[in-house]
């Protein structure tokens, strides 16, 4: 019985020039992830016996910032972004937990991006990519603490940016008056 060789078939395709810079410019993203990270992360339990004693909901105050600077690294339009989560849950006046997290991410900015839309793209788009693994690591923290998972509502980075965008400009009127 003989055996039948495997047969290989190559095909090849001749690229002008053109055709090669094409594609590379379509593969060029505005906008990659290099990397994404806890870079801290803090879980303070007093109150884990206080939650069950009765039917009273706790208190939680979330509070969520964004902060972006560059990542000499990777280059110039390489940036680190952290979204920092604090979760603070009270029953009546006792401390139920306390989380604190800082996600982080290095993201590089293609060159075909302008200069005005990186800050932008800092502080609205970038949150935005972080802010589901972040929710997640919240959820399970709480949830590995002893309490019900608590599923963070999706955050309007644009709109936190424009109220930052806001604040600053209101401090620069007041310190010139």
Request: overall charge negative; glycine content about 6%.
């Amino acid at each position: 019985m003989a055996t039948k060789k495997p047969t290989k078939k190559t095909t090849t395709k001749n690229t002008t020039a053109t055709e090669t810079q094409g594609t590379e410019q379509q593969g060029a993203a505005p906008l990659n992830v290099i990397a994404q990270y806890v870079k801290d992360i803090s879980f303070e339990n007093p109150g884990v016996k206080l939650s069950s004693r009765g039917d009273d909901r706790p208190d939680i105050a979330i509070h969520v910032e964004t902060h972006g600077e560059k990542f000499e690294q990777r280059g110039d339009r390489a940036f680190e972004v952290s979204l920092r989560i604090r979760v603070d849950a009270k029953q009546k006046n006792d401390q139920l937990f306390l989380m604190e997290l800082d996600y982080a991410g290095v993201f590089e900015i293609g060159a075909d991006v302008p200069e005005q839309y990186l800050h932008p793209i800092i502080m609205v788009e970038c949150p935005r990519i972080l802010f589901p693994f972040a929710r997640s690591i919240v959820a399970t923290t709480i949830q590995e603490g002893g309490y019900p998972s608590l599923l963070l509502t999706p955050v309007d980075f644009a709109a936190l940016y424009q109220q930052q965008v806001m604040k600053q400009q209101a401090e620069k009127e007041a310190a010139a008056k």
